[in-house]
């Protein structure tokens, strides 16, 4: 496992002092065929359209001759799927939320990982990770602790949806992919007060 760096480990710190912390945590569970089945015909209409994404601290590869990761960018389908799937992530996190961002598809190549970190305190506070395509020879779990540091090792396959706090849980992919790839959509969201603004940190 490849630990995160000292000056991304305080970063870290602090946005897990001013994060909420609901009591969710994070689960697993299958995207509805209909809903999982626009991610993939998205995918293979772009797959000819992925260019390599810039470069982000917290993604790494051991590979010299490969970049971590090659990311497609559509912002029409991404806010489109971000409305779609709001009423999802407020089943989940009993919330009304307001949408933040969605990323991806972002493609890991060969080698790559993921230092584990928390997401931005801001907008990234109710938060899914989906698995949209992966050739890999060996599993590439999505390591996650609990509010009390306890690690988790989720394998994901095609389909699948993980639903976690961002800002307030340590994730990441911290071992080198192994297999060809492996291709994630990424979803994030900010609970909304009832007057409709956004909720305010401490």
């Not at 710190?13 to 009591?23: D, E, I, Q």
């Not at 993604?59 to 489109?80: C, E, H, M, R, W």
Request: proline fraction near 6%.
């Amino acid at each position: 496992m490849f630990h995160t760096p000292k000056h991304l480990a305080d970063i870290n710190a602090r946005r897990r002092t001013l994060a909420p912390y609901f009591g969710l945590g994070f689960r697993r569970t299958t995207l509805d065929s209909r809903i999982f089945q626009e991610v993939v015909d998205h995918f293979l209409r772009h797959k000819d359209r992925f260019f390599l994404e810039q470069n982000i601290p917290y993604v790494q590869t051991i590979k010299k001759n490969y970049s971590p990761a090659l990311l497609v960018g559509d912002s029409a389908f991404n806010q489109q799927f971000l409305r779609e799937l709001k009423f999802l992530h407020e089943e989940w996190s009993g919330m009304e939320l307001k949408e933040a961002a969605c990323y991806g598809i972002r493609v890991y190549q060969p080698g790559s990982y993921l230092f584990n970190h928390v997401d931005r305190t801001e907008t990234h506070i109710i938060s899914s990770t989906i698995c949209v395509a992966h050739h890999l020879t060996k599993p590439w779990p999505l390591y996650i602790e609990d509010i009390d540091g306890h690690p988790h090792e989720i394998s994901m396959e095609p389909g699948d949806i993980v639903f976690y706090e961002g800002a307030k849980l340590m994730h990441g992919r911290p071992y080198p992919l192994e297999g060809r790839f492996y291709a994630g959509l990424f979803l994030h969201y900010t609970p909304v007060k009832g007057d409709g603004s956004v909720t305010e940190l401490p």
